[in-house]
C-alpha cells in the first residue's frame, strides 16, 4: 500500500490516531511533568492568554505573538500539519471538513484515545492552562 492509500483509507488513519496518542502519552510520562500542556482549540480562541502563559513559562525577554515564520516544510505532508492554515505564518482556525466521511465508530474510538490522552497529559503536566486560568 502506498502513502496516499494510507492516507485514503478511515480505519488505517484512525489506527495511526490512535496509536499516537498512546505515543504521546508514553512521551510525556519520560518527560516527568516538564512540559507545558495545552489544547489548540484553547491556542486559537485564546490566543494572546496562551501566548502570554507560555512566554512566561518559557523564560523569554520577547513575548510572542501570533505571527510566527514558516520554513521550507511548513505545510508539507510527512512534515506536521499539512493544512493550508499551518503556511499562512498567523495562528488563525481551520476550517472543518465536513464533506469527509467518517464511520461513526471510527470517530467514537478515536475520540475516546483522545479524551483518555488529554486526560493523561494535563495530570501529568507540571504547567497547563486549566491550572493557572486567566480570564479572556
Request: glycine letters at 4%; aromatic letters at 10%.
Amino acid at each position: 500500500s502506498t502513502r496516499i492509500e494510507w492516507h485514503r483509507d478511515p480505519e488505517a488513519i484512525c489506527r495511526y490516531y490512535c496509536a499516537s496518542m498512546l505515543w504521546l502519552q508514553g512521551y510525556a510520562e519520560r518527560l516527568r511533568g516538564d512540559f507545558f500542556f495545552l489544547e489548540s482549540d484553547d491556542l486559537i480562541d485564546r490566543t494572546q492568554c496562551v501566548l502570554e502563559e507560555l512566554t512566561d513559562w518559557l523564560g523569554l525577554d520577547e513575548p510572542l505573538n501570533e505571527r510566527y515564520s514558516i520554513f521550507e516544510n511548513t505545510g508539507k505532508a510527512w512534515h506536521g500539519d499539512p493544512s493550508c492554515n499551518i503556511r499562512s505564518g498567523i495562528v488563525k482556525k481551520t476550517i472543518e471538513h465536513t464533506e469527509i466521511k467518517i464511520p461513526e465508530s471510527l470517530i467514537d474510538q478515536a475520540e475516546l484515545s483522545y479524551l483518555v490522552c488529554k486526560d493523561r497529559l494535563r495530570r501529568c503536566s507540571i504547567h497547563n492552562l486549566s491550572s493557572n486560568p486567566k480570564p479572556l
